[in-house]
């Protein structure tokens, strides 16, 4: 079965970068849209990035320009880098892999980014 394990988060200053990684186990790129969602406190969770299994992507509008997704086949792990956060990105960023056949999704265990000064 697919297995996710997303990492990278942590504490970071208003202005700073961080980059998450999601290791993704039983995933073929070329079958499954990678994603990244976030769900902040007594909020919904939302999308923040999307890369499909033909390699296009797609971004939340608040994180365009400062956020990028990508992939490294040779690792099967899944990016996000994330630069000049703001406090409004403080959230628990989950990993997302959906099969494209299927139109199941599977997801990581979550990781906390804190922006704060």
């Known amino acids: 079965q697919v297995q996710l394990v997303e990492s990278g988060g942590g504490l970071v200053q208003p202005g700073g970068s961080l980059r998450l990684s999601c290791a993704a186990s039983?995933?073929?790129?070329?079958?499954?849209?990678m994603g990244w969602y976030r769900q902040a406190p007594g909020k919904q969770r939302e999308l923040v990035a999307i890369i499909t299994n033909a390699g296009n992507t797609n971004y939340a509008d608040s994180v365009k320009g400062r956020f990028t997704i990508s992939r490294d086949s040779a690792k099967n792990t899944v990016y996000l880098q994330m630069n000049s956060l703001k406090p409004e990105d403080t959230a628990v960023y989950y990993c997302?892999?959906?099969?494209?056949?299927?139109?199941?999704?599977?997801w990581g265990q979550g990781t906390q980014v804190t922006v704060s000064s």
């Open positions: 997302n892999a959906r099969d494209v056949i299927y139109n199941y999704d599977n």
């Open positions: 039983r995933v073929i790129f070329s079958r499954y849209a």
